[in-house]
């Protein structure tokens, strides 16, 4: 795709995320939100006012066929995602669709592979995109700690845990899907870390996993330990629970590489490399918007000059592997 106006995006999608998403398009030069869907009018209808999104509807189906798009932004429930990208992609419309792209690896594989190449096909997977990610990926790439022998990364919250009489606990109040899935922080949460250590560490394979619930508030698990490995015979664990006592109420990575000649560590904020002694600090909510400027701004580049996706739908089947990878050697399904 090659023009100089702006790139019409509909948004499918008003729910909390969608604030994210409607900032980082306003920030990505050359493209244009005009057109939004969401079952809830007073959603859709707020967020359209907070952005100046010009045109709303109740559904999908129904933006399609009213406004011309040369690209939809799939933020509605991760249910809803396949039926969407089928119909976008019936219409030759470009996607990018919010991870997990499918409830599960079969499905993304029949979507992937029914979508084709008919139309580009990005999965919106944003925590690579952070800033802190990014460095720390150039430094690996400059050899600043040589080979990568070992590397934890630890996302501890109290989410889960019960703060206010009467109340569901912060996260639920949040996401208060997330009650409701079988399949919960590995396939909603921990996915995003275990793509970003794909995207730092590449090969990566889960060597095993233990899974657990200690939430009554979830149908699923909450708490997961998964034992990695990569080619070259890096090995490292990642760990999560959303129910820890005094833990903060929104997650927060901490991140340790041990290499040959060096150690990159990232925790609260401040990202460190040992061998130089050089230190970089975010902004959380900054950082956190950051990565959605990134995954938009990438997008619509890739977009218009019709290069490959870093997380295109193919791809990120990859990411999918390696969390169907954990659930079966947990047992979790079983």
Request: aromatic fraction near 6%; glycine fraction near 8%.
């Amino acid at each position: 795709m090659t023009t100089h106006s702006p790139l019409r995006i509909g948004l499918i999608g008003a729910g909390m995320i969608s604030r994210y998403h409607l900032t980082a398009w306003q920030r990505c030069a050359g493209a244009e939100v005009v057109a939004l869907a969401d079952p809830s009018a007073e959603a859709a209808q707020g967020r359209a006012s907070e952005f100046g999104v010009p045109a709303t509807f109740a559904d999908a189906d129904a933006l399609f066929d009213a406004v011309p798009l040369d690209a939809v932004d799939i933020a509605a429930p991760m249910e809803f995602h396949a039926a969407l990208c089928r119909a976008a992609a019936a219409r030759g419309i470009a996607i990018i669709c919010q991870k997990p792209l499918c409830p599960t690896l079969a499905e993304a594989r029949a979507l992937v592979a029914e979508i084709g190449d008919r139309v580009p096909f990005m999965v919106h997977e944003n925590w690579r995109f952070r800033p802190q990610y990014r460095m720390i990926r150039r430094w690996l790439q400059d050899g600043r700690i040589g080979r990568v022998r070992a590397f934890t990364l630890e996302v501890m919250t109290s989410g889960l845990v019960p703060d206010l009489p009467g109340q569901p606990p912060p996260a639920l109040r949040r996401q208060a899907f997330m009650a409701r899935m079988p399949r919960l922080t590995v396939l909603e949460g921990m996915i995003h870390q275990i793509d970003t250590l794909r995207f730092l560490l590449d090969g990566l394979s889960v060597a095993g996993a233990r899974l657990a619930r200690l939430s009554d508030a979830v149908i699923g698990e909450d708490t997961a330990m998964l034992l990695l490995e990569s080619p070259d015979g890096a090995i490292g664990t990642l760990s999560t629970s959303l129910t820890v006592p005094g833990g903060p109420p929104r997650s927060s990575d901490t991140l340790r590489l041990i290499g040959e000649r060096g150690t990159i560590t990232f925790e609260d904020s401040t990202l460190r490399w040992s061998g130089g002694e050089e230190t970089e600090t975010w902004n959380r909510e900054a950082a956190y918007q950051a990565s959605f400027d990134g995954v938009m701004a990438h997008f619509a580049d890739a977009l218009r000059r019709g290069v490959p996706f870093e997380t295109s739908a193919a791809e990120n089947l990859a990411t999918l592997q390696l969390v169907d990878d954990v659930y079966r050697l947990a047992g979790w399904d079983q």
